[in-house]
């Protein structure tokens, strides 16, 4: 049977109600959730079918808390319900918005010691009207402060096209940065200037670097099995075979709800993964009974992975199982990920399609899935090397020192 919580999805989507931007709460009749909703402050409409509040920031926080541990919030389409005439309106009043009074804050802040300057909100609140995801929120927030503190005092509208560029290069020669975060540096500071600002695209200051072809770090079968082996903690084995045995992401594990395992169908449904695309991937036949086991072990409530105060586990906690794990067994450097490629390569490895693969992973692209066709031994087990041609031919006797056979 398929796990469930029991806990009920609550929509939230932006309406056009009474003259005003609304946040609507939509979900299926709960008395509990109408006095959660009620409880807030929220009033009911009939023409839209919903509970709906202020269009604020801080109405966001107060929905987080409201409902904590009591229902799925989904903001994944919180625009989904404006007409395309509503939602230019939308953004029309917020650019009026900023400038009347976010703007005057941001300038003020440039007199500020470098220590307390913060990402301006309209940079924030950008990222989450065009649908970013909260980690990717967070990560271009973190690059963009980063430059924010270089420039200061100038604020960083006025900054000069040479002068970005020389920051760029600061991070590549002086601080030696890896391409990943070089890339997310120019995507955070582009997002500013061409959506928060709405200045044209400009690329000629901002280069990417050179993409690295590097092949994915993997380990074998028995290596993954010495690491579940090395610990009777359940919860513990039950991350590393989770990331094993599904290819899941270490955040897509982390926000796996308890309903999304299905049992019967052997399989998870993956929602709101990179890219905000909901997917499927396998589930072990033998991972029923164990998760049964976890699940009366531990109780989580909502979360499939879930602390001892019934919060969500971190991404920091699962890395820091699979490198402990790691460790036990002597193996450098094992990540989450590491995990990831290691189940894609074994079913390459096994003759399972490439598409299938690329079904399984979430990737959008075809060709990313096929750097695992240069780590798989599938089409290397059935070479004969030159090497051994030689040493087992007849007409040329040869030895190596050592070879016994």
Same mark, same amino acid.
């Given at each position: 049977m398929? @796990?469930?919580? *029991?806990?009920i999805d609550v929509k939230i989507r932006r309406v056009f109600h009474r003259d005003k931007f609304r946040l609507g709460l939509f979900f299926p009749f709960s008395n509990a959730l109408k006095q959660e909703a009620k409880t807030? *402050?929220?009033?009911y409409s009939k023409t839209h079918h919903c509970w709906y509040l202020e269009d604020k920031n801080e109405t966001i926080e107060k929905i987080k =808390? @409201?409902?904590?541990?009591? @229902?799925w919030l989904d903001y994944r389409e919180i625009n989904g319900l404006l007409s395309p005439s509503e939602e230019k309106h939308f953004k029309i009043a917020y650019k009026a918005r900023i400038s009347n009074y976010k703007m005057p804050q941001a300038v003020a802040s440039a007199e500020k010691p470098v220590s307390t300057l913060r990402v301006p909100d309209e940079y924030k609140e950008t990222l989450l009207i065009r649908r970013y995801s909260q980690s990717t929120v967070n990560t271009y927030s973190g690059m963009f402060l980063k430059f924010m503190r270089y420039v200061h005092p100038k604020h960083p509208k006025d900054v000069s096209e040479e002068e970005i560029k020389k920051y760029m290069n600061n991070l590549v020669q002086a601080n030696q940065v890896s391409q990943s975060t %070089?890339?997310?540096a120019i995507n955070a500071i582009k997002f500013y200037?061409? %959506?928060v600002l709405g200045l044209e695209k400009k690329k000629y200051w901002l280069d990417r670097p050179r993409k690295e072809e590097k092949l994915p770090r993997i380990i074998s079968e028995q290596d993954v099995a010495r690491m579940i082996g090395s610990t009777t903690n359940v919860k513990h084995q039950m991350i590393i075979a989770m990331l094993y045995s599904t290819g899941m992401r270490r955040s897509e594990l982390t926000n796996l709800r308890i309903q999304d395992i299905d049992i019967d169908r052997a399989q998870i449904n993956i929602r709101g993964a990179k890219g905000k695309k909901d997917r499927v991937t396998i589930l072990s036949k033998h991972m029923a009974s164990a998760i049964h086991r976890y699940l009366d072990l531990y109780h989580p409530k909502y979360w499939f992975l879930e602390n001892p105060k019934r919060t969500k586990y971190s991404d920091n906690s699962v890395g820091k199982v699979v490198k402990d794990m790691s460790k036990r067994v002597n193996l450098a450097d094992v990540t989450p990920h590491v995990l990831r490629h290691s189940f894609?390569? =074994?079913l390459m490895d096994n003759g399972t399609d490439v598409k299938i693969i690329q079904a399984l992973l979430g990737h959008k692209s075809l060709e990313t899935t096929q750097i695992y066709t240069h780590v798989t031994n599938r089409n290397l087990a059935g070479i004969i090397n030159p090497l051994d041609r030689i040493i087992d031919s007849n007409t040329t006797p040869t030895r190596l020192i050592g070879d016994d056979q």
């Amino acid at each position: 049977m398929e @796990a469930n919580s *029991g806990q009920i999805d609550v929509k939230i989507r932006r309406v056009f109600h009474r003259d005003k931007f609304r946040l609507g709460l939509f979900f299926p009749f709960s008395n509990a959730l109408k006095q959660e909703a009620k409880t807030l *402050g929220a009033t009911y409409s009939k023409t839209h079918h919903c509970w709906y509040l202020e269009d604020k920031n801080e109405t966001i926080e107060k929905i987080k =808390h @409201a409902f904590k541990d009591k @229902a799925w919030l989904d903001y994944r389409e919180i625009n989904g319900l404006l007409s395309p005439s509503e939602e230019k309106h939308f953004k029309i009043a917020y650019k009026a918005r900023i400038s009347n009074y976010k703007m005057p804050q941001a300038v003020a802040s440039a007199e500020k010691p470098v220590s307390t300057l913060r990402v301006p909100d309209e940079y924030k609140e950008t990222l989450l009207i065009r649908r970013y995801s909260q980690s990717t929120v967070n990560t271009y927030s973190g690059m963009f402060l980063k430059f924010m503190r270089y420039v200061h005092p100038k604020h960083p509208k006025d900054v000069s096209e040479e002068e970005i560029k020389k920051y760029m290069n600061n991070l590549v020669q002086a601080n030696q940065v890896s391409q990943s975060t %070089h890339n997310q540096a120019i995507n955070a500071i582009k997002f500013y200037y061409e %959506h928060v600002l709405g200045l044209e695209k400009k690329k000629y200051w901002l280069d990417r670097p050179r993409k690295e072809e590097k092949l994915p770090r993997i380990i074998s079968e028995q290596d993954v099995a010495r690491m579940i082996g090395s610990t009777t903690n359940v919860k513990h084995q039950m991350i590393i075979a989770m990331l094993y045995s599904t290819g899941m992401r270490r955040s897509e594990l982390t926000n796996l709800r308890i309903q999304d395992i299905d049992i019967d169908r052997a399989q998870i449904n993956i929602r709101g993964a990179k890219g905000k695309k909901d997917r499927v991937t396998i589930l072990s036949k033998h991972m029923a009974s164990a998760i049964h086991r976890y699940l009366d072990l531990y109780h989580p409530k909502y979360w499939f992975l879930e602390n001892p105060k019934r919060t969500k586990y971190s991404d920091n906690s699962v890395g820091k199982v699979v490198k402990d794990m790691s460790k036990r067994v002597n193996l450098a450097d094992v990540t989450p990920h590491v995990l990831r490629h290691s189940f894609a390569t =074994h079913l390459m490895d096994n003759g399972t399609d490439v598409k299938i693969i690329q079904a399984l992973l979430g990737h959008k692209s075809l060709e990313t899935t096929q750097i695992y066709t240069h780590v798989t031994n599938r089409n290397l087990a059935g070479i004969i090397n030159p090497l051994d041609r030689i040493i087992d031919s007849n007409t040329t006797p040869t030895r190596l020192i050592g070879d016994d056979q």
